[in-house]
T-cell receptor
Framework: GIQVEQSPPDLILQEGANSTLRCNFS?????LQWFHQNPWGQLINLFY???GTKQNGRLSATTVATERYSLLYISSSQTTDSGVYFC???????????FGGGTRVLVKP | DAEITQSPRHKITETGRQVTLACHQT?????MFWYRQDLGHGLRLIHY???????NKGEVSDGYSVSRSNTEDLPLTLESAASSQTSVYFC???????????FGQGTRLTVV
């Protein structure tokens, strides 16, 4: 099956810093999503981004499907950005999501 | 607003008991999924359904079953709960065409 790898596994940031999270996948995909799991365990949809670039406030994401990677950018980080960020992909329409291992982010005040 | 809800949010049960976790979505999505999340393993797929009366096994299906009698609900049953099934369980639904998925709040299950 398709492999999804995220890096780095852990990230510690000072409040106000910028960061980039990476997601590599082993095959072509039909769908790619970024999720944020907050400290209470909820999985929050950040981006549905099979290709191209999207922005939502301080967060933005870029997927380069031909090179099989996606990047999530966090700018001016805040303590509320802490949690685990997951990348998940679907290889073909209608299929189930395959998750990466996540990047654990801690933003210190 | 459309949503996906799970119940209960927390449950403690004894080894050997049958347990059912509920999942209800109002997105009118055909696809529904159950995942479990454990430290060191990320999210792993248990069972999934592409429509009414359709069910499929995921990568960690042993000891679990699902049934799909309508579009909105996909209950997950643990036939005889084991301590290894202590975990956080997430239900999700997605639109068939895009595959964009939405998750419930999760159910924390402890088997003692």
């Amino acid at each position: 099956g398709i492999q999804v790898e995220q890096s780095p596994p852990d990230l510690i940031l000072q409040e106000g810093a910028n960061s980039t999270l990476r997601c590599n996948f082993s095959d072509s995909v039909n769908n790619l999503q970024w999720f944020h799991q907050n400290p209470w365990g909820q999985l929050i949809n950040l981006f549905y981004i099979p290709s191209g670039t999207k922005q939502n406030g301080r967060l933005s994401a870029t997927t380069v499907a031909t090179e099989r990677y996606s990047l999530l950018y966090i700018s001016s980080s805040q303590t509320t950005d802490s949690g685990v960020y997951f990348c998940a992909v679907i290889k073909a329409a209608g299929n189930k999501l395959t998750f990466g291992g996540g990047t654990r982010v801690l933003v210190k005040p | 607003d459309a949503e996906i809800t799970q119940s209960p949010r927390h449950k403690i049960t004894e080894t050997g008991r049958q347990v059912t976790l509920a999942c209800h979505q109002t997105w009118n999505h055909n696809n529904m999924f159950w995942y479990r999340q454990d430290l060191g393993h990320g999210l792993r797929l248990i069972h999934y359904s592409y429509g009414v009366h359709d069910t499929n096994k995921g990568e960690v299906s042993d000891g679990y079953s699902v049934s799909r009698s309508n579009t909105e609900d996909l209950p997950l049953t643990l036939e005889s709960a084991a301590s290894s099934q202590t975990s956080v369980y997430f239900c999700a639904s997605s639109e068939y065409r895009t595959g964009e998925a939405f998750f419930g709040q999760g159910t924390r299950l402890t088997v003692v």
